[in-house]
């Protein structure tokens, strides 16, 4: 069974500050990828960035990277340079690779980040 | 292009009663994912179609079902409604291989029940 814990339900971050937001996993999928989501108050989730169990590099996306600790089970978001736009909730969210097709993702509780001008 | 649609936005329905949600995904996308999302039970699978075939399943009631058209779009229903279900239910679609190909969500119905 998969996991994914989002141990900080809120947070406030000063405009233009760096924020990371953490996200720690277990599971026992030799195979699995890890993706983040941002989920403003209208209700649509967005796709933000995506960490693959095997990838030897830290994902990037823009202001967006991950900072992947594979030993550690740890997948968090960091964004730079934060703007008021950020304000949302965000969720962690795994999905097991080692069967093809398999599209089902698990989320953890998500935090809430407002950005303070 | 156009993203995922979900029709209705809003529905208020009574116990009892049954519903069914709307879902086009985008175009060229052949799987069709279903989430419930509440306060209490947070972000959570229902079900997901792929070429019309119910493909996974999450640890949902019989109540809800669902099924997918030859165009990919999807329809979600809940019999029997019960307070319990009152959440906003999500879709997602996209091409169907896993991996690292993300899932994009609609902006959801908010179902109410009274």
């Known amino acids: 069974a998969q996991k994914i814990t989002q141990t900080q339900p809120g947070m406030f971050v000063q405009e233009k500050e760096a924020v990371t937001l953490d996200c720690t996993y277990d599971?026992?999928?030799?195979?699995?990828?890890l993706f983040w989501y941002k989920q403003p108050s209208s209700g649509e989730m967005i796709f933000l960035i995506y960490?693959?169990?095997?990838?030897?590099q830290n994902a990037t996306e823009g202001r967006y990277s991950l900072n992947f600790q594979k030993a550690r089970k740890s997948a968090n978001l960091v964004i730079s340079a934060s703007q008021l736009g950020d304000s949302a909730m965000y969720f962690c969210?795994?999905?097991?690779?080692?069967?093809?097709?398999?599209?089902?993702?698990?989320f953890g509780t998500g935090t809430r980040l407002t950005i303070i001008p | 292009k156009a993203g995922v649609t979900q029709t209705p936005r809003y529905l208020i329905k009574t116990r009892g009663q049954q519903v069914t949600l709307s879902c086009s995904p985008i175009s060229g996308h052949r799987s069709v994912s279903w989430y419930q999302q509440t306060p209490g039970q947070g972000l959570q699978f229902l079900f997901e179609y792929f070429s019309e075939t119910q493909r996974n399943k999450g640890n949902f009631p019989g109540r809800f079902s669902g099924r997918q058209f030859s165009n990919s779009r999807s329809e979600m229903n809940v019999s029997t409604l019960e307070l319990g279900d009152s959440a906003l239910y999500l879709c997602a679609s996209s091409p169907g291989t896993g991996g690292n190909q993300p899932q994009h969500f609609g902006d959801g119905t908010r179902l109410s029940i009274l």
């Open positions: 960490q693959g169990s095997y990838d030897q």
């Open positions: 969210a795994m999905r097991d690779l080692t069967n093809f097709g398999n599209e089902k993702l698990t």
């Open positions: 599971t026992s999928d030799p195979s699995y990828g």
